[in-house]
Nanobody, 122 residues
Framework: QVQLVESGGGLVQAGGSLRLSCAAS????????MGWFRQAPGKEREFVAG????????YYADAVKGRFTISRGKAKNTVYLQMNSLKPEDTAVYYC???????????????WGQGTQVTVSS
């Protein structure tokens, strides 16, 4: 079992920054592929960014490339999403998830956090 807890969401003006954290517990976390997803009201959950277990490979949705950065902490049990140059269209509930391989498909992830709200005002 892997437990995931997100934090760091909030309200920010357009152009601002936020840093989301995902704290994990469970012995398999260090070998998991980690992803950040988001879901806006009335929309499907979408892939935002992903990182492999070592942190050496990262993946981004086109909508956030160049603005968001995913990383792992030294102990590998925390994953971060640094979000810069935020736009109103980034407003959503952000979730972290753990899976067994690099994928953008929500169906391939085994564990999910409860989500944290990010609201970007114009």
């Amino acid at each position: 079992q892997v437990q995931l807890v997100e934090s760091g969401g909030g309200l920010v003006q357009a152009g601002g920054s936020l840093r989301l954290s995902c704290a994990a517990s469970g012995r398999t976390f260090s070998s998991s592929f980690m992803g950040w997803f988001r879901q806006a009201p009335g929309k499907e959950r979408e892939f935002v960014a992903g990182i492999n277990w070592s942190g050496g490979s990262t993946y981004y949705a086109d909508a956030v490339k160049g603005r968001f950065t995913i990383s792992r902490g030294k102990a590998k049990n925390t994953v971060y999403l640094q979000m810069n140059s935020l736009k109103p269209e980034d407003t959503a509930v952000y979730y972290c998830a753990a899976g067994r391989f690099a994928t953008r498909d929500t169906r391939d992830y085994d564990y999910w956090g409860q989500g944290t709200q990010v609201t970007v005002s114009s």
